[in-house]
């Protein structure tokens, strides 16, 4: 196959790529929206799901075309390469400055797709229904739990009013 017909397929995909992540962004946002989205909007906890897959689901394949969005654009990069330097050195004639630059950006790429693995989520404990009630405002705080010696036994933990 041509160069010129394997660039159009690869940037075919990668916008067909992009199309399919934004529409399942879409999709998980306002038809599969979170837990508390949808008791509010609907005054109940439901379970939402779409052709059987619930919102997490539906992560996973917007997880997947994020990936196959990052082989597609590196390919693509891959086979522009020669193209890159020279656009770069027209743009940034410094030798010195154009290496600076280079170097931020390989290093701030690297950090941004290794970031999610070097932070450590926060634990708290869940109550009934998720265990968060919207305050005033509409910001998200954890339920308060507190020891219960009631018809559950002594030591139980209970969302507190």
């Known amino acids: 196959?041509?160069?010129?017909?394997?660039?159009?397929?690869?940037?075919?995909?990668m916008f067909l790529c992009i199309m399919a992540m934004?529409?399942?962004?879409?999709?998980?946002k306002y038809?599969?929206?979170?837990?508390?989205?949808?008791?509010a909007?609907?005054?109940?906890?439901?379970?939402?799901?779409?052709?059987?897959?619930?919102r997490h689901d539906w992560g996973d394949v917007h997880l997947y075309l994020?990936?196959?969005?990052?082989?597609?654009?590196?390919?693509?990069?891959?086979?522009?390469?020669?193209?890159?330097p020279g656009l770069f050195a027209r743009l940034v004639p410094d030798p010195r400055l154009r290496h600076r630059i280079?170097?931020?950006?390989?290093?701030?790429?690297?950090l941004l797709i290794y970031f999610p693995f070097l932070i450590?989520?926060?634990?708290?404990?869940?109550?009934?229904?998720?265990?968060?009630?919207?305050?005033?405002?509409?910001?998200?705080a954890p339920m308060a739990l507190s020891r219960s010696s009631g018809p559950g036994g002594a030591g139980n933990l209970a969302p507190s009013p």
């Not at 038809?31 to 008791?39: E, I, N, Q, S, Y």
């Not at 909007?41 to 619930?54: F, K, M, P, Q, T």
């Not at 994020?66 to 890159?84: D, E, G, R, S, V």
């Not at 450590?120 to 404990?125: I, K, V, Y």
């Open 41 to 54: 909007r609907y005054g109940r906890n439901l379970y939402l799901s779409w052709l059987g897959w619930d």
């Open 66 to 84: 994020a990936l196959a969005l990052l082989a597609l654009l590196t390919l693509h990069l891959i086979l522009h390469w020669h193209l890159i």
């Open 102 to 110: 280079a170097m931020a950006f390989v290093i701030l790429s690297l």
């Open 31 to 39: 038809r599969l929206p979170p837990g508390r989205d949808v008791a």
């Open 120 to 140: 450590t989520p926060d634990t708290q404990p869940r109550g009934r229904g998720g265990g968060y009630r919207s305050q005033a405002g509409g910001s998200e």
């Open 22 to 28: 934004a529409g399942l962004g879409f999709l998980m």
């Open 1 to 13: 196959m041509d160069r010129p017909k394997l660039n159009f397929i690869i940037d075919a995909l």
